[in-house]
């Protein structure tokens, strides 16, 4: 008989009765006159009365509003569910709450450069911008883009355009010009704010040749509004002299008149954010996120699924690339101190974001499975050269954490935190499985699904199942998400990527399975799936027995068509000075049988130099598949590194 997996981490029953979670809890049971006794009884009635729940969030986290109507839910479709069809309020609103001289943002550049900005300074900052956009002709339901880098300014700039009721849109300056054009171009913004260069792994780069070529071919925008950070003020008014439509930040806040922040009150479903699939299967995606939707949500995960409040210092390392950023800022509901670091997470030295957390006292550190992974290939070893007194959560995303990678943060950066790893994405702009303060943590689990999402996982017959593999699905409506696609009159495209499956029923994408104590574990893309005699396989499930080779830095998975059969090929890139040789593949192969099937085990294990990922770090599974296949890439514009495609056209490994 198999042992019970024992949890790394448990809270005791002094510091739940201590969460905001708890006091929900408590704050539900008065409201309602019940008696839940956990978060499992919580979730169960938060999906089973979802509008109850919906509306105790809004009153518990003092939402601010000029009306919150008389109905919590109006046609209860998916798509086209009508949450808090009466509402008016405004998002910026809610992020500016408080206006004191605790510190609301901290930035922190690469080259060691820091900035520091109180809530009442930010709140004043964004009054002065927001004037200078009304004096641009920005209103209500207008796009503004930033071309920006994770610093104080994008932050202000978001706010300043919410506040007009505007719509905010974002990509990082690492993107090429038609990774550009691709989204913006599709939304045609009034205004682009953009830096005129950034620091990136010790290097100095320029963005100014590729601004110049944006703006000539988004014929939308009438101001480009260049933000110094690579060059100080006077050196970028110098720099955008003949720069067409240019102004600097100093010179269009400056010239604003003064002019007290107003916050446009808007419809539950307004316009907030155009976020962007990765593209990496044609051109990005335009999902288009309503306010009301994502201030609740967000609210909801910050406070009560990682116990935010204004005591805390949270940390995400993302760019304005990825939705994790909107997910951080909006952090500032809370209260707290955001913490925005641009630059490489291993510049200087593989320490870097550790000492920055023993320097600002970091409380909730966000991160990457990745780095994770990365940090413990490089034998990092936090725990033993940082103080880290405040680390009290570590978040992971982006992909699933092996549960090596929970092991080794319990071992070697701490052992008194609550590792949550966290799953959703651009789609909802938050999560549908998530972290706890109130529960244990098992290796290789999402601790909990969230709270008012009614998540399940469906076998192929559509019927819910437990302790086993198969679709994420949520099976009702909720406030977050997306209004739809922009430029998808009819809802076709928005249709298609989700409910195509199931009528009426959220797929997304993700295959998973929750287990008998209400964990998720996340197994990878439905789509990048191997089907190897027919029997599924979760890449995730390979790459968390592959983590284990001290020789392995990196390896993606893919299924390839084989005698009308799929085989198994992992591709691997090998610390430096290890080569690749029969006695590495066996042990390879070993390892993965020895803790899985003789299914998971690679036909073919194959060395690379790299591995494509997008620019959010994401692994791009189908993209290699297609080139293994000879099929088009279609948007190399989406990836960080679109020349290691070639690494895997032609191998001659792949024909025999």
Known sequence: MNNPVQPLWQPSADAIAKTQMDQFRQFVNRQHQLSLADYHALYQWSVEQREQFWSALWAFSEVIA??????????????????FPGAKLNFAENLLRYRDDRAALVERLENGARRELSYRELYDRVEQLASALVEAGVGKGDRVAGFMPNIIDTVVAMLAT???????????????????????GQVAPKVLFACEGYFYNGKTLDSLPRLEEIVARIDSIEKLVVVPVARSAEETGQAIAGLDKAVSLHDFAGAA?????????????????IMYSSGTTGVPKCIVHGVGGTLLQHIKEHRLHTDINRDDTLFYFTTCGWMMWN???SGLACGATLVLFDGSPFYPAAEGLWDMADAEGISVFGTSAKYIAALEKAEVKPRESHRLEKLRAVLSTGSPLAHEGFRYVYRDIKSDVCLSSISGGTDIVSCFALGNPT???????LQCRGLGMAVEVWDDDGKPVQGEKGELVCAKSFPCMPIGFWNDPEGSKYHSAYFENWPGVWAHGDYAEITEHGGVIIYGRSDA????????IGTAEIYRQVEKVEEVLDSICIGQEWRDDVRVVLFVVLREGVTMDDELVQK???TIRANTTPRHVPAKVIQVADIPRTISGKIVELAVRNVVHGKPVKNQEALANPEALKLFEGLPELSR
């Open 66 to 83: 000029s009306e919150r109507g008389d109905s919590v839910l109006g046609a209860d479709t998916m798509p086209g569910a009508e949450w």
């Open 162 to 184: 919410t506040s007009l009721g505007a719509v905010w849109t974002s990509c990082s300056p690492d993107f090429g010009i038609n990774g550009v054009l691709d989204r913006f």
């Open 257 to 273: 008149p003064a002019r007290a922040l107003t916050f446009e009150q808007t419809e539950f479903n307004h316009p907030l954010y």
């Open 327 to 329: 997910w951080l800022v």
């Open 439 to 445: 529960l244990p943590v098992y290796p290789g689990e």
């Open 529 to 536: 799936v191997l089907n190897p005699g027919g029997v599924r």
């Open 588 to 590: 390879i192969r070993t």
